[in-house]
């Protein structure tokens, strides 16, 4: 099976798996209840035993009602979601996408923001840097 972070979802599946998130748990109606215009009980129920299958959610059984919650971290899923969108809308290459960002956002970025953006590409750059070799004696 496929990693869960790395299967592209409908707009329908992202919807309900960004609602889990927020939720952290939920059956099948507080999903429905947590979504603008939702699709009937049935549909996000059969969404979410998709989902399940695709091993993005995973859940278990309280009663009569079975909880759903996301089956990897948020972050996970996230870095997984940008490495598709590089690959897919910027040619694999992150240089683009970061330069796409930072023009889209130029002046709501703060001054944090921009040290933070700064010590992750030193940090980057101090990682692939060849390591000076020691001098043995």
Excluded at 4 to 30: C, D, F, N
Excluded at 113 to 126: G, K, W
Aim: hydrophobic share 40%.
């Amino acid at each position: 099976m496929a990693e869960p972070s790395s299967l592209e979802l409908g707009k329908r599946e992202r919807q309900i798996v960004e609602t889990l998130y927020r939720l952290g748990e939920a059956s099948v109606a507080e999903v429905r209840a947590a979504i603008a215009e939702p699709p009937t009980y049935s549909a996000v129920r059969g969404m979410l035993n998709l989902l399940a299958d695709k091993g993005v959610v995973r859940f278990r059984q309280e009663g009569k009602r079975y909880l759903y919650r996301p089956a990897a971290p948020k972050h996970k899923t996230g870095r997984s979601a940008l490495r598709n969108l590089v690959q897919n809308f910027f040619a694999d290459q992150p240089a683009d996408a970061v330069a796409a960002l930072v023009d889209g956002w130029a002046g709501k970025l703060t001054n944090e923001d921009l040290s933070r953006i700064r010590q992750l590409i030193d940090e980057a750059d101090a990682e692939r840097s060849p390591k000076p070799k020691e001098n043995k004696r």
